[in-house]
């Protein structure tokens, strides 16, 4: 699809994520993805962008730098990606995820991590065909009740 444009994300975005997270999910959405948007659109280094179709957003990738995290050399982590259902399949979650490895080509940063669900099988596909692969780190959780 040749008019797609990707930019960076921006304040006002946040309604639009809420809605194609929404629609992928197909369950309410309790988080609050304006101020979300609004705190990540207003760091310029982030590495988030939004895919835009007819002054329509119809994708999304959020991500972050990090420094001197356990002794990781400064690296990025995507956190968020979604396509609106109706616009999937046509090439616009490879094009976020190119202009955000290229956004941190240019800064010097050439690890890129990101963590997802073991049974998403659709998404572990998706960063499987970006290059993705297993990490030598492991991740932890614990539940405070």
Known sequence: MSNI????????DGIAVRNITAS??????????????????ANPYDGSFVAVIDDKVVGYIMSHVLTAVFGMEKSAWITMI?????????????????????????????????????????LLSYFKILG??????????????
Do not use: H
């Open 24 to 41: 992928i999910s197909q369950n309410p959405i309790e988080i609050n993805y304006e101020k979300v948007v609004e705190e990540e659109a």
């Open 132 to 145: 993705f692969d297993r990490s030598s780190y492991i991740n932890l959780s614990k539940t405070i009740s």
């Open 82 to 122: 979604g396509v609106d259902p109706k616009y999937m399949d046509q090439g616009i979650g490879k094009r976020l995820a190119m202009e955000t490895f290229s956004y941190y080509k240019e800064m010097g940063i050439y690890t890129i991590f990101t963590t997802v669900r073991w049974d998403s099988t659709d």
């Open 5 to 12: 444009l990707i930019r960076k994300l921006a304040k006002g």
